[in-house]
């Protein structure tokens, strides 16, 4: 019977295959853990990129937050798209109806371009008294393409209709109210955003010898923020020698006074007012920059305004010993008619005299008080602003 010994080849076949399963089971815990180890790494980055991702997402709305909270956006104006506000205004008459040269059918251009180009705006409060006065200054400034507005304080507005003019000034009527109680209700640094200049002056001025463009010039050429007319000595009556005529120059910017008996005068080195950086509020004229800053200064139940005129000078944009002055080059007359509760007895009778109450003192009266209060809140508000710093001082 031959020998049954299995050959060598098959004798190997089993070893190898008996081999196999001790190394599978040696191999499979490690290859569990690589795909634990696996399954969590990526999961780890993957968390972390989503994160990642998120958080530049976050950052992103928070930059693009914060870049539109830094605009500056009008109060109120919040809930509208930017685009549509429209945060200034203007005096500017416009038509109810299209211009004739517009044919029906015709597309319609946008309504941006103004009615005429004024950009200097002149304000006065007027009364039907001085209507001789107020015609010759509507007329000149008319001229000369400003905007004019007229306050009316003794509530006459229709017999102002006999004037040609009449029709392209803007009326306002409230009766027994000053051209700064109108000023600070009308006149608002957004309402006259256009304008480069502002004039706001009284009713019973001279023009005859004034040229509103010529004063524009000279005023932009020397650099005047705050600026008067110079009075003419001869027909007017000065209450302050600075605001007298000077032959001698275009402009002027001080005055010179010996000093009194209470050691009180102006020369070369005088640095505030009035010997220098100061003008009457008569006939004041204010770039628009400048009544942007007198316009917050108005204080709104301070009437008359006194005291008011010693401050300008900090609305001057700058040093007021150089950007307030007076122009000589163009000059005025003031009359000092009664205004605002006087009585003009030139052309009144006796017996309207006698009937009518002159209120003249009483309107100085109150003129002294507002004067004190406002110096008093002057003081009172420099006192309590510890960062606001004095550039005259």
Known sequence: ????????????????????????????????????????????????????????????????????????????????????????????????????????????????????LSTNLF????????????????????????????????GIVDEWKTFEWHDRVIHISVVDQSKWWFAKRFLHPDIVAEYDYIFLWDEDLGVENFHPKKYISIVKEEGLEISQPAL??????????????????????????VAGSDGKGCDENSTAPPCTGWIEVMAPVFSKAAWRCVWYMIQNDLVHAWGLDMQLGYCSQGDRTKNVGVVDAEYIVHYNRPTLGGIDK?????????????????????????????????????????????PFE
Request: include cysteine.
């Open 232 to 257: 003419d000595p001869k027909q007017s009556e000065v209450h302050h020698q600075i605001t007298a005529l000077g032959r001698r120059s275009e402009v002027h910017r001080r005055t010179f006074k």
């Open 1 to 116: 019977m031959p020998d049954m010994k299995p050959s060598p080849s098959r004798t190997v076949l089993v070893a190898e295959s008996k081999s196999k399963i001790p190394c599978f089971y040696a191999i499979l815990p490690a290859a569990l853990l690589l795909c634990i180890v696996l399954f969590f790494t990526t999961s780890f980055f993957s968390q972390s990129y989503k994160e990642k991702l998120s958080s530049f997402t976050i950052n992103q709305n928070m930059g693009s937050t914060s870049s539109c909270k830094k605009k500056c956006r009008p109060s109120g104006s919040e809930a509208l798209p930017e685009g549509i506000v429209a945060s200034t205004s203007s005096l500017e008459m416009r038509p109810l109806w299209a211009p004739p040269h517009i044919k029906r059918g015709q597309p319609h251009p946008e309504p941006h371009v103004k009615m005429n």
């Open 346 to 390: 030139t052309t009144a009778s006796v017996s309207s005299q006698e009937k009518e109450k002159d209120h003249r003192v009483d309107v100085r009266r109150l003129s002294y008080q507002e004067l004190d209060i406002f110096q008093k809140r002057w003081e009172k508000a420099v006192e309590e602003d510890k960062c606001w710093v004095d």
């Open 123 to 154: 304000a006065m409060a007027v009364g039907i008294k001085q209507k001789d006065l107020v015609d010759k200054m509507v007329k000149k400034f008319l001229a000369s393409n400003f905007s004019v507005m007229l306050f009316h304080y003794d």
